[in-house]
């Protein structure tokens, strides 16, 4: 009897689910097996966590369990992945090692507060699910002073994300009438807004955060947090509620199996092969150039993108077929505008002579796109 092909998939986001469900629509669970580990059981669309920071969302109406994958003949282990070992084409978690045909690295990015000084105790985790309902409460309960967005490192998930926040955050004030008395900043170690959008996208973001009398401060290279204060390379800066982007890194494991060096992510091709036969890597665990110093940004389209190139390759691969593709780099993100309207930031990455971004007009039929996004993917994949 021939042994089905195994393919394992670290990490149950938007690149493995896709992957995984890309493989899975094209052979059945007599021709290959799939398993997904993850630590957690269950995926989220990243922008749900604005909507449960502003209270029109609770944690458990925002997420899919991945112990539905079963459904689809996709085995799911719940534990946590200690060490990949490509030596021996397997991988250990906590309680067992898995050996494998095929490898999709597909385990995001890790949050590291802890590498700013003084930030977990002073701050907030932007991005951290489990700090949502306390950020709310604060939100709900601040009657004047600072309100501090900072990013505190390059690249992180999502690039209009802080700037979505910072929106959200005024219609909430407004909301409560106390907008006038209170002041909010975005602080970033960046020049421009956006910069992997170019500085004409960046203009307009910031326009936009302007018309709301939100203030974007370019430049700011954070040094550590004190007290009520974000101390930056050549400048200080008060708050009174701060929520940070932490700096992102790649998991230990990763580091551990030498596929990127600390505190860097996986560099990919557009074919998202690593240096080991039968590893992939996908998503923001990956640093794909565009042109130095341009990557593909962080985000959960292009982590779903990645993932279904890498699915398609290896089902070709199995089907004995050539025809072997590349990732295409397209993809939006949504921003809201906190007046019920939505815009989405198109991208191309891969366009000659550089990538090329186009800015919509905001409009409540694009906040109805970016609902129908998070269903879809809630919906196809689980
Ligand atoms: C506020 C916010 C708004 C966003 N808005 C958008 C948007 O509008 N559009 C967009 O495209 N993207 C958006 N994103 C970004 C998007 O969420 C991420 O880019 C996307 O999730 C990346 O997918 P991924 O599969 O690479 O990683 P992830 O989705 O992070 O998945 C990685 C998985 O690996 C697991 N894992 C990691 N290490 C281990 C381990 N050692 N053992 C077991 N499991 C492990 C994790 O638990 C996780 O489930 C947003 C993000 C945030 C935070």
Redesign the pocket.
């Known amino acids: 009897m021939t042994k089905i092909p195994h393919i394992v998939i670290?990490?149950?986001?938007?690149?493995?689910?896709s992957a995984a469900n890309e493989i899975r629509n094209s052979l059945d669970s007599s021709k290959v097996k799939i398993t997904i580990?993850?630590?957690?059981d269950w995926?989220m669309?990243?922008?749900a966590?604005?909507w449960i920071m502003n209270g029109t969302r609770t944690f458990d109406n925002s997420i899919g369990s991945l112990n539905k994958l079963s459904k689809k003949q996709i085995d799911f282990i719940k534990?946590?992945?200690?060490e990949i070992t490509p030596e021996d084409n397997s991988v250990k978690?906590k309680s067992k090692t898995i050996s494998y045909d095929f490898l999709i690295i597909?385990?995001?990015?890790?949050l590291a507060p802890e590498k700013i000084s003084g930030l977990v105790e002073n701050g907030f985790n932007?991005?951290d699910h489990d700090q949502l309902q306390k950020i709310n409460e604060k939100l709900n309960k601040i009657e004047s002073g600072k309100i501090a967005i900072a990013i505190m490192g390059m690249p992180y998930?999502?690039p209009?994300?802080p700037f979505?926040?910072s929106l959200l955050i005024d219609s909430m004030l407004r909301k409560r009438g106390i907008r006038n008395s209170i002041q909010i900043n975005v602080y970033s170690p960046a020049p421009i807004t956006l910069p992997a959008a170019g500085p004409e996208i960046s203009k307009q973001i910031n326009d936009l955060i302007n018309s709301e009398k939100i203030i974007f401060h370019n430049s700011k290279k954070i040094k550590n947090v004190k007290t009520k204060k974000l101390i930056f390379e050549n400048d200080e800066a008060d708050f009174d509620i701060l929520l940070a982007i932490p700096p992102h890194i790649a998991?230990?494991?990763v580091y551990d199996c030498k596929l990127a060096t600390e505190p860097g992510f996986i560099k990919i091709d557009r074919n998202c092969k690593t240096q080991h036969k039968n590893i992939f890597a996908?998503?923001?665990?990956?640093s794909l150039v565009v042109a130095d110093p341009v990557t593909v940004p962080?985000?959960?389209?292009?982590?779903?993108g990645e993932?279904i190139t890498v699915a398609k390759n290896i089902v070709s691969k199995l089907q004995s077929k050539e025809n072997i593709i590349s990732f295409d780099g397209k993809?939006?993100?949504?921003?809201e505008s906190g007046r019920d309207t939505a815009s989405i930031i198109d991208v191309d990455m891969f366009t000659e002579p550089k990538p090329s971004t186009l800015l919509t007009d905001s409009t409540s039929e694009n906040l109805s796109k970016?609902l129908d996004?998070e269903k879809e993917r809630l919906t196809k994949w689980l």
């Open positions: 670290l990490g149950g986001g938007f690149g493995g689910l580990i993850d630590k957690k995926f669309v990243g922008f966590k604005l534990d946590e992945i200690i978690t597909s385990m995001g990015a890790v932007l991005y998930k999502c209009p994300a979505e926040a998991p230990k494991v996908v998503g923001d665990v990956t962080k985000a959960g389209i292009f982590a779903e993932g993809g939006g993100c949504f921003l970016k996004f």
